[in-house]
């Protein structure tokens, strides 16, 4: 148990629709990461938050748009779903902003848009 | 394009056999760290390494950090089933001022049938 919680585990939903998923990070971590994994793109950094506030932002389409609320936990908001959006999607948390120090993954959210 | 290339991309091998994963980049990195993921579960991480030249033990798996900080390498020694997962490195990108994102190899899909 890495002490990152996500919720849903699994979504299905339809094309065109819009979903939230929803990431805790481990207590006391301020650096939440979002990721997306596909079978053919890999994991792909989508965004950073720390603290509350956006770090770094990767190939986030602008259909997507997350953020870290003040007691730490972050949301990504996914809108106008497509098929090309099924995917697994997670997100990761980390004590600080160093770049060496380690990520924990939550088990992820499996997102299938039909 | 990726900027971490990893070789294999698959390899179906024995248990008790040796092994070495390859991650490759043109970029130069600050560090890299290498996690390994089994299906159902994010990434966990395995090591990091921050000096070229370095080399980590871990049990059975011998990491190596290039001299020129460009690639990395994990070798692991009597490969056993439970060695079976998705081996990913990663490493700090710049993305703007002070700030990096961490990006993931292409991976490397390991199965060990016993």
């Known amino acids: 148990d890495s002490g990152v919680t996500q919720t849903p585990k699994h979504l299905i939903t339809a094309t065109g629709q819009r979903v939230t998923l929803r990431c805790s990070p481990r207590?006391?971590?301020?650096?939440v990461y979002w990721y997306q994994q596909s079978l053919d793109q890999g994991l792909q950094f989508l965004i950073q938050y720390y603290n509350g506030e956006e770090r770094a932002k990767g190939n986030i389409l602008e259909r997507f748009s997350a953020q870290q609320f003040p007691d730490l936990h972050s949301e990504l908001n996914l809108s106008s779903l497509e098929l090309g959006d099924s995917a697994l999607y997670f997100c990761?948390?980390?004590?600080?902003?160093?770049?060496?120090?380690?990520?924990?993954f939550g088990e992820g959210s499996r997102l299938t848009v039909l | 394009t990726q900027l971490l290339e990893q070789s294999p991309q698959f390899l179906s091998i024995q248990e008790g056999e040796n092994l070495t994963v390859y991650c490759n980049s043109s970029?130069?990195?600050?560090?890299l760290q290498w996690y390994r993921q089994e299906p159902g579960e994010g990434p966990v991480l395995l090591v990091t390494?921050?000096?070229?030249?370095e080399v980590k033990k871990l049990k059975r798996l011998t990491f190596q950090f290039g001299d020129a900080r460009k690639d990395s390498s994990l070798h692991i020694t009597a490969a056993q089933p439970g060695d079976t997962g998705l081996y990913l490195c990663a490493g700090p990108k710049r993305v703007g001022g002070a700030t990096n994102k961490l990006i993931f190899g292409t991976g490397t899909l390991l199965a060990v049938q016993p």
């Open positions: 390494v921050v000096t070229g030249g």
């Open positions: 207590s006391g971590d301020l650096s």
């Open positions: 990761a948390s980390r004590a600080g902003g160093s770049d060496t120090g380690e990520l924990f």
């Open positions: 970029s130069v990195f600050s560090s």
